[in-house]
Structures are given as structure tokens and as C-alpha cells.
């Protein structure tokens, strides 16, 4: 099971992992080896990696779990699978609130110099309507 509950699953289905030291390869083969001395390798099941061909079609479900809603997600042969590791987020936090700063500041200058034309306007407005 994963961590939020859920079961893993494997090309077959739901993975049942007999006791043992799991070893997941970069190609998504799951082994397991027994705890004793000597204990065999036995094979368990292969972690499929998918291709969704437009990721249009994804809907967020929840947490990091996705569901096609149109099309179908076709096993890949690209792409490896790192046992141990953790994704990370392939953006900077800090980069963003620097760029999001920036933007607000252009928008707000803008803002301002549409405003200051509009007071111009009005002003020409109303001088020329006092001169006749």
C-alpha cells in the first residue's frame, strides 16, 4: 500500500508482496528477498510506467493521483522508475514570488497610467467646455 492507503498496483492488478526485502529495478520489475540467509529472488510483478498522449485529458483527483477522463494512458516504454526516491516540484517558490511581485508591480504601474490618461481626458474635457 502506499502511504495515503491506497494498494500499489502492478501490471496485474494489485501487488502482493510476500515477506521479504522489495527491490524495485529502473525498468519497474519488483522483486522480493527473503529475510533468512540464502533466501532466492523471487519475482513479483512490474511496475507499469503510462503515456497519456494529451495531458488535457487528466483529471486531478487527489493528492498525486490522476484519472484519464478522454483518451487512454498506453503503457510507455520510456522512463525509469528510482526506488528510494522522491519527486520533487520543478518549481522554485522563490523565483515565482519574485516573478508574481514583478508582474503586480507592472500591472499596478499600468494601472496607474490609465488612470492618469483617463484624469487627462476628463480635465481636456472639461476645459474645453468652459472656453465656448
Keep these: 500500500m502506499t502511504t495515503s492507503g491506497y494498494p500499489v498496483l502492478g501490471s496485474g492488478g494489485p ?3 510476500p515477506p521479504g526485502i522489495v527491490t524495485i529495478d529502473s525498468s519497474g520489475n519488483v522483486s522480493v528477498r527473503g529475510s533468512e540467509a540464502g533466501a532466492t529472488i523471487i519475482a513479483v510483478d512490474i511496475l507499469p510506467i503510462y503515456t497519456v498522449s494529451n495531458p488535457n485529458n487528466l483529471k486531478k483527483v487527489g493528492g498525486s493521483l490522476f484519472k484519464v477522463v478522454s483518451g487512454t ?5 520510456e522512463g525509469q522508475i528510482q526506488q528510494g526516491a522522491l519527486e520533487g516540484s520543478n518549481v ?4 515565482e514570488m519574485v516573478a508574481m511581485i514583478s508582474v503586480m508591480r507592472r500591472y499596478e504601474a499600468a494601472q496607474k497610467a490609465i488612470q492618469t490618461a483617463d484624469d487627462i481626458a476628463g480635465k481636456a474635457a ?3 467646455g468652459r472656453m465656448g
Design 126 to 128: 472639461n476645459e474645453i
Design 73 to 77: 494512458a498506453v503503457p510507455s516504454i
Design 92 to 95: 522554485n517558490p522563490v523565483e
Design 15 to 17: 501487488i502482493s508482496f
